[in-house]
């Protein structure tokens, strides 16, 4: 069939769209990657825009001998992994039996966890139910205050309504299969785009979590690695205003180009792990991100 006038201007108008966002995209990264192994003192020039000049690897090296940063690197590798795997417990676990028409009480539940996504304790009263529970300096600090996400949960209810018929769980249960049994071996096979989908969240969000680490942790041996990189970009900004100010002591100057270097390697170290790991989840997010758009 051929095209008419219309959808090829759409298709047009959409192609300019889509370019100008990876434009948008594209060049933070390619400008961090450049002015990662560039001249610190032509970076804060601004003459570093997509290609590096005059090349040095001197912010890798240090980032590769900083223990501080490995650290908080495998700090970071940890929370998120133990993280991940407990929020998807948690979220499959209570998004499974809501999904369930069967389920006593189903709609005061649901109108529960409604209510917490409107109201919450605050910062200060949870921050004294942590301590109370003996959390602080741990990692429970961490990943057991979210361990649920309420938007999550309600997401994968809708693929388990939408996805999931219900003549599939009464022939289950005809077959003798518990509600255990079914979760386990039925729903959860056939919920992988979803939870593909929500691994992805999770893991994204423990990787660039920083503000309960700095609530909740005084031990620097804790540190995730994204608390680790905001006191070098603290630091790099506190150097260059002390420097534009005048009032710097013998090599200062140099102390900031250092941690100019080390805040854009510091970045790129961090961000490629999310960057290797997405294409390998695109096509499950593709298919999770139309949950309930076509049914039938």
């Known amino acids: 069939m051929r095209e008419k006038g219309a959808d090829r201007l759409f298709l047009i108008a959409n192609a300019a769209v889509l370019s100008i966002v990876l434009i948008l995209v594209l060049f933070p990264l390619l400008h961090i990657l450049a002015a990662s192994i560039s001249d610190p003192q032509l970076v804060n020039k601004g003459k570093v825009w997509l290609l590096p000049r ?49 389920l006593t ?51 994968v209810r809708t693929y388990f309504e939408t996805e999931i018929p219900d003549e599939v769980h009464e022939a289950a249960m005809m077959d003798g299969a518990s509600n255990l ?21 999770y893991g994204v969000g423990h990787w660039n ?26 630091q790099a900004q506190m150097n260059e205003a002390m420097k534009q100010s005048g009032g710097v002591l013998e090599g200062l100057a140099k102390q900031a180009e250092i941690a100019q270097l080390l805040k854009y390697a510091v970045i790129i170290v961090s961000t490629l792990p999310v960057l290797v ?20």
């Open 105 to 155: 009480g189903r709609t005061t539940v649901l109108l529960l966890l409604l209510f917490t996504m409107f109201f919450s304790g605050g910062l200060i009263p949870t921050y004294l139910l942590v301590k109370n529970l003996g959390m602080l300096d741990s990692i429970w600090a961490l990943i057991v205050p979210g361990a649920a996400s309420v938007w999550n949960i309600l997401i």
């Open 209 to 234: 979590a920083y503000f309960d680490a700095l609530i909740y942790l005084s031990d620097r041996h804790l540190y995730p690695l994204q608390l680790i990189l905001r006191e070098i970009l603290v």
């Open 54 to 102: 005059d090349l040095t690897f001197e912010g890798f090296r240090r980032v590769f001998r900083n223990e501080e940063i490995w650290t908080g690197y495998l700090n970071t590798i940890v929370y998120t992994l133990a993280g991940t795997l407990l929020n998807l417990a948690v979220t499959l676990t209570c998004a499974y039996p809501l999904s369930r028409k069967d």
């Open 181 to 201: 049994v079914a979760f386990a071996r039925i729903a959860l096979p056939l919920a992988k785009p979803i939870v593909a989908v929500m691994a992805l969240f």
């Open 277 to 296: 790991a997405y294409p390998f989840f695109q096509r499950y997010f593709v298919k999770g991100i139309m949950v309930g758009a076509v049914k039938g």
